[in-house]
């Protein structure tokens, strides 16, 4: 399975733009990238996801780059609810929803 | 709707004990699965069902069972448990095999003495 590489850890400040990076240099054509986030003491929760254009729904958006091997998420404006650690996941095309979870970026919020 | 459900939200186990954790979903989905999370860790994929009477091994399934005799119901068993499977399980659905979207439990902490 292709990887994704993340920063252990991001911090930002509330009502502030943060953009979460990860890196899928091994992504194959037809890997889609997701993204789930987990809060404390919560299962993971569906953020986003995409295959080549960018996208854009209520909780975030998310840019790919041209070649592929790289994407970020984008919170427009971080609460202290966005507190929480953030997976970027390639799933294979066509597969079964056997998510593969790397250890994430955790992103503290400062008020 | 519930979502996904899962029982018990705690349990403590001594080794070599058995037990089930049970997951339920109300959305009547195909796909479902269980995960492991251990401390600092991301999750990994024990067993996964795409529908009523199919189930197949993930990526960790050793010492774990499942089965899938009803849509709603996911239950994954611990034949003999160990210290080393002491974690906090989640158990996930989504639409079929090729939703975008899972929907995850509130997950199971064991405790295996």
């Known amino acids: 399975d292709a990887k994704t590489t993340q920063p252990n850890s991001m911090e930002s400040n509330e009502e502030e733009p943060v953009h979460l990076p990860c890196n899928h240099s091994?992504?194959?054509?037809?890997?889609?990238i997701h993204w789930y986030r987990q809060l404390p003491s919560q299962g993971p929760e569906y953020v986003i996801h995409?295959?080549?254009s960018n996208v854009n729904n209520r909780m975030a958006s998310l840019a790919i780059a041209e070649d592929r091997k790289s994407s970020t998420l984008i919170l427009h404006r971080a609460t202290l609810r966005d507190a929480a650690v953030y997976y970027c996941i390639l799933r294979p095309g066509g597969g079964a929803q056997k998510l593969v979870f790397g250890q994430g970026t955790r992103l503290t919020i400062n008020p | 709707n519930a979502g996904v459900t899962q029982t018990p939200k705690f349990q403590v186990l001594k080794t070599g004990q058995s037990m089930t954790l049970q997951c339920a979903q109300d959305?009547?989905?195909?796909?479902m699965s269980w995960y492991r999370q251990d401390p600092g860790m991301g999750l990994r994929l024990i067993h996964y069902s795409v529908g009523a009477g199919i189930t197949d091994q993930g990526e960790v399934p050793n010492g774990y069972n499942v089965s899938r005799s009803t849509t709603e119901d996911f239950p994954l068993r611990l034949l003999s448990a160990a210290p080393s499977q002491t974690s906090v399980y989640f158990c996930?659905?989504?639409?079929?095999?090729?939703?975008?979207?899972?929907?995850f439990g509130p997950g199971t902490r064991l405790l295996v003495l």
């Open positions: 995409g295959l080549t």
């Open positions: 996930a659905s989504s639409h079929d095999s090729y939703q975008e979207t899972q929907y």
């Open positions: 959305m009547n989905h195909e796909y």
């Open positions: 091994t992504i194959s054509g037809t890997d889609y």
